[in-house]
């Protein structure tokens, strides 16, 4: 972080710095996300469509939470982390054969995620991080948008993330 902020590698592959930064440290961002496990690139997939998420998460009281973030001013970053948010939603809940047993499991916990740790059924969180000066001026008039089903929070970050990460105001979904 105390390099040539001209140097090529400084500015190189911004997004995926502050993806490992936040992994390191996600009570930097929320102090109810447990440190350990956070998954980084998690593979999410809707029939043969298959994409790739940010971060995934789990709060000390169980409930799950999706992170997208963006590095630099991106129009999609509420569509694309809405599009995300289903995804695990959709592998959160237990298939339909196994949901009238009492000890269903979702995909995600068949697939090992988060052992050990009670997962709450309801919807995941969802968590938008970027720069306070690199959010999408339409960031906000599309999240007014999303279905009130859909807990979302907007994280904008001080511009000096490389140096520590540092919460410089937090938008929620209007209840």
Do not use: C, N
Not at 22 to 29: E, G, K, Q, T, Y
Not at 73 to 95: I, N
Not at 125 to 136: F, G, N, S
């Amino acid at each position: 972080h105390s390099g040539d902020k001209r140097d090529v590698l400084y500015r190189q592959q911004p997004e995926r710095w502050l993806e490992s930064m936040l992994r390191r440290s996600p009570d930097a961002i929320d102090a109810m996300v447990e440190p350990q496990p956070v998954y980084a690139q998690v593979p999410a997939f809707s029939a043969a469509d298959r994409a790739v998420l940010d971060l995934l998460a789990v709060r000390r009281d169980g409930r799950m939470v999706v992170i997208e973030i963006k590095a630099d001013e991106d129009l999609h970053l509420a569509l694309q982390a809405l599009d995300y948010w289903v995804r695990v939603r959709q592998h959160h809940r237990p298939t339909a054969e196994k949901s009238r047993s009492e000890h269903a499991k979702s995909d995600l916990e068949r697939l090992g995620y988060f052992p050990g740790k009670p997962l709450r059924a309801e919807a995941p969180l969802l968590y938008l991080i970027a720069p306070a000066l690199r959010i999408h001026s339409a960031t906000e008039v599309v999240l007014r948008y999303i279905s009130p089903e859909v807990d979302w929070t907007l994280i904008a970050l001080d511009e000096r993330w490389r140096e520590k990460i540092r919460v410089v105001f937090r938008k929620r979904r209007e209840k």
